[in-house]
C-alpha cells in the first residue's frame, strides 16, 4: 500500500521536474499535490519503480497544464518571467556542484518558454533528467522517433538561443557584486564596465508596478541608464541571496520585499538580468 512517507521520498525531485516545465513554484507544489493523490489513488496497483513512475504523472499533469499556461502569458501585460527561487534551494540539487546549474537558471527557464509544450516536456525529460527515450514516449503519447525529433529540436533551438554562460560560481558571485556597487554607489561609467556590451535586461511586473520596461532593454549604455534612474526615484536596498542556484540580489523598500535580480555572467561581464517586481511571484521570498 501507497504512503504519504513513501511519496515524500520523491517530492522534492518532482518538484524540481515541474519547476523546470512551469516556471511557477506555485504550480509546481500544485501539480505534485495532484501526483500524490493519483498515487494514493493507485492502490493495489503497485508500480515496480515508484520514481519512474510518479516522474510520468508529474510530467503529464505538467504537459496538460502547459498548453493554458501559454495562452494565459500570451495575455500577460510585458515580459513573463519564471518565479525566482530565492535563499536555500526550494528545489533542491547535489550540495556538493561546483558548477552553476544552468537548466533552472532565469535565462535558460525563458528560454524554454519558447519551446512548444511537447519540446519543453521531452527536452526537460531527456536532457535534465535523463529519462530514457522510452519512457518520454509513454509520458508524451508518441513514438520513440516522434520524441527523439522533439529532443533534437528542442536541442537545437536551446544551442541556437542559449546565454553565454560561466560555469564557476566565485566569478558570477564578484560579478554580482560589482553590480551591486556600481549600481548603488556610483554612475553610468562605472555600471557599463560590468556589463556586457550586448547585456539584455528583462523585467517583469506584470502591469502591476509602474515605472518597468514592458520590452527587453539591450545595450550597456541603455541599460545601465535605466537601472540608474530605477534607483534614484527608488528607496531600495539590495542584499545578495541566491537566485535560482545562483548568485543574485534581493531589494527591499520598507521592510517589503520589492524585487528579486538573477543574473547570467560570461567572461566577467553580466550579459542578461533578469528582474522580477510583480508582487505575485515575491510572496514566498522571504524578509
Known amino acids: 500500500m501507497h504512503t504519504a512517507h513513501e511519496f515524500e521520498r520523491y517530492r522534492p525531485h518532482l518538484t524540481e521536474v515541474a519547476y523546470r516545465m512551469l516556471g511557477t513554484l506555485a504550480d509546481a507544489e500544485d501539480v505534485v499535490q495532484e501526483a500524490y493523490l493519483r498515487f494514493v489513488r493507485a492502490r493495489g496497483s503497485e508500480p515496480r519503480d515508484v520514481r519512474a513512475w510518479l516522474t510520468t504523472v508529474v510530467a503529464r499533469i505538467c504537459l496538460d497544464e502547459l498548453g493554458s499556461a501559454r495562452a494565459r502569458r500570451e495575455s500577460y501585460v510585458g515580459q513573463w518571467l519564471p518565479e525566482p527561487l530565492v535563499g536555500a534551494p526550494a528545489v533542491p540539487g547535489p550540495e556538493d556542484r561546483v558548477t552553476l546549474d544552468e537548466s533552472v537558471s532565469m ?87 560590468v556589463l556586457d556590451p550586448k547585456v539584455v535586461l528583462r523585467s517583469d511586473g506584470g502591469g502591476l508596478v509602474p515605472g518597468v520596461a514592458r520590452r527587453p532593454v539591450t545595450g550597456a549604455v541603455n541599460v545601465a541608464r535605466l537601472l540608474l534612474g530605477v534607483v534614484a526615484r527608488n528607496a531600495v536596498t539590495p542584499r545578495t541571496s541566491t537566485v535560482n542556484g545562483s548568485a543574485g540580489l534581493v531589494f527591499e523598500a520598507g521592510g517589503t520585499v520589492v524585487g528579486v535580480m538573477g543574473f547570467t555572467v560570461a567572461g566577467g561581464l553580466i550579459t542578461e538580468l533578469d528582474l522580477v517586481v510583480n508582487p505575485g511571484k515575491l510572496r514566498r521570498v522571504t524578509q
Open 107 to 193: 535565462a535558460v527557464l525563458v528560454l524554454l518558454e519558447s519551446l512548444s509544450p511537447a519540446e519543453r516536456t521531452a527536452f526537460v525529460l531527456r536532457e535534465v533528467f535523463g529519462l530514457s527515450y522510452e519512457e518520454v514516449a509513454r509520458t508524451v503519447g508518441r513514438s520513440e522517433a516522434a520524441c527523439r525529433q522533439l529532443v533534437a529540436r528542442a536541442r537545437a533551438h536551446v544551442r541556437a538561443r542559449a546565454p553565454r554562460f560561466t560555469p564557476d560560481r566565485g566569478q558570477h558571485a564578484n560579478a554580482v557584486e560589482a553590480f551591486a556597487k556600481a549600481c548603488f554607489h556610483g554612475g553610468v561609467e562605472e555600471l557599463v564596465r
